[in-house]
């Protein structure tokens, strides 16, 4: 088991909600990544903060938005959700500049209605 | 356009032979690859990492190999066992912004029979 920790573990919205999700990432580790995960498939990059700020993005909308805190800490949110919005959505934590391995927490299972 | 590919079939195999997983991918210059296992409902779990400069890894009864010309990664479980079964994937590093994001393929899901 690694140190980082998600929650909620399930949560159960309706379309054109907003969601916040949010990550506490490993002692020590500086950066904290965000993936989407279809039933079926692989982790999607959602953006990467490294110190408070957004250090790169994959391919969302900009209704997905996140925040770092001076823990390191995390938050994902989602904005006028879409049934396609259904996922698992991962934090990973590493220590950007140390190595290149990422620390998966359990993710958090979410389902749009 | 930048592509990596998992044998999306699950791979059925008899506990105590090797099995063996395929990663491909197109239009990549990956300075690193990583392999990580994930169990149903779980995240990932970092097993492995080999870097463009390596041909082989090798930790207990995991081996990877990395080969850059024929833009491949081949994953290995020796003596494999009911426990091994999961789902497994290769991802590779991309640079965006600066920042060093994984990019995964789909996963190939390993069943081990006893």
């Known amino acids: 088991e690694t140190g980082v920790t998600q929650s909620p573990t399930h949560l159960i919205k309706t379309r054109g909600q907003q969601v916040t999700l949010r990550c506490s990432s490993q002692?020590?580790?500086?950066?904290v990544s965000w993936y989407q995960q279809a039933l079926g498939q692989g982790p999607q990059f959602i953006f990467q903060y490294y110190r408070e700020e957004e250090n790169g993005r994959g391919n969302f909308p900009p209704r997905f938005s996140g925040l770092q805190f001076p823990n390191y800490s995390s938050e994902l949110n989602v904005n006028a959700l879409e049934l396609d919005d259904s996922a698992l959505y991962l934090c990973?934590?590493?220590?950007?500049?140390?190595?290149?391995?990422?620390?998966f927490g359990p993710g958090t299972r979410l389902l749009v209605l | 356009s930048q592509k990596i590919e998992q044998n999306s079939e699950a791979l059925n195999i008899q506990e105590g032979k090797t099995a063996t997983l395929t990663c491909n991918y197109t239009n990549y210059s990956p300075a690193y690859l990583q392999w990580y296992r994930q169990d149903p409902g779980r995240g990932p779990v970092f097993l492995l990492l080999?870097?463009?400069?390596?041909k082989e890894k090798r930790k207990e009864r995991l081996k990877v190999t990395f080969d850059t010309t024929l833009k491949q990664s081949l994953f290995h479980i020796t003596a494999s066992q009911p426990a091994d079964s999961a789902t497994y994937l290769c991802?590779?590093?991309?640079?965006?912004?600066?920042?060093?994001?994984?990019?995964f393929g789909g996963g190939t899901r390993l069943m081990v029979k006893p």
């Open positions: 991802a590779l590093d991309t640079y965006n912004n600066a920042g060093n994001m994984l990019t």
């Open positions: 990973a934590s590493s220590d950007q500049g140390a190595e290149e391995t990422q620390y």
């Open positions: 080999i870097r463009e400069n390596e």
């Open positions: 002692s020590g580790h500086n950066t």
